[in-house]
């Protein structure tokens, strides 16, 4: 994959808030990626397909988010750079300066990755427009080759564990920039 679009960084850093100290917190995994697993296989297993209507609002979701998120990922770029700039200026350093500078470490970690999820609900939910009651045939004997397999076994279970995971980092991005002002930077 191209270094310019390679965003496994980005996933990896995300990781990295889910630590507490040096262990990963096993309630965070289990909430932020084995619930939405576990969904999505429960789903498809049941055989449960997103309608058009529940595709396209995935896509208003996708963009709306994408786009607040980027705004938000400024807006944390900017109290970064205050803060960096009143440590400097301040005799003493700012209270709590290295607490401060984790959090919005992290917090730009959690609106990049939510903003990369948002991204690729749009792209599946598209993908999952253009073939939903087609046939797909990717190779021979593959077994996606008849309607709607594609989508009710691996377009939707995907699509349902990227909204569950991103609708879940939203929470934790709220709750930290919560955080963060109550700590009147």
Known sequence: ???????????????????????????????????????????????????????????NFGSIFTALLLSLLMLVYEQQNKLEDRNKATSGGVPFFDAKKELLDQLYSNITFSVVMSMLIVSLSLIQTMVDGHEVQLWDGWGLNSKNRLTIYVLSPILLFLTVNAILTIFMIVKRTYALLKMKM
């Open 1 to 59: 994959m191209s270094s310019k679009i390679n965003v496994w960084h980005v996933v990896k850093d995300h990781f990295a808030t889910l630590k507490n100290g040096d262990c990963y917190s096993w309630l965070d995994c289990t909430v932020f990626f084995a619930f939405p697993v576990l969904l999505s296989v429960f789903l498809a297993w049941k055989e449960v397909v997103l309608t058009k209507d529940a595709v396209s609002m995935l896509v």
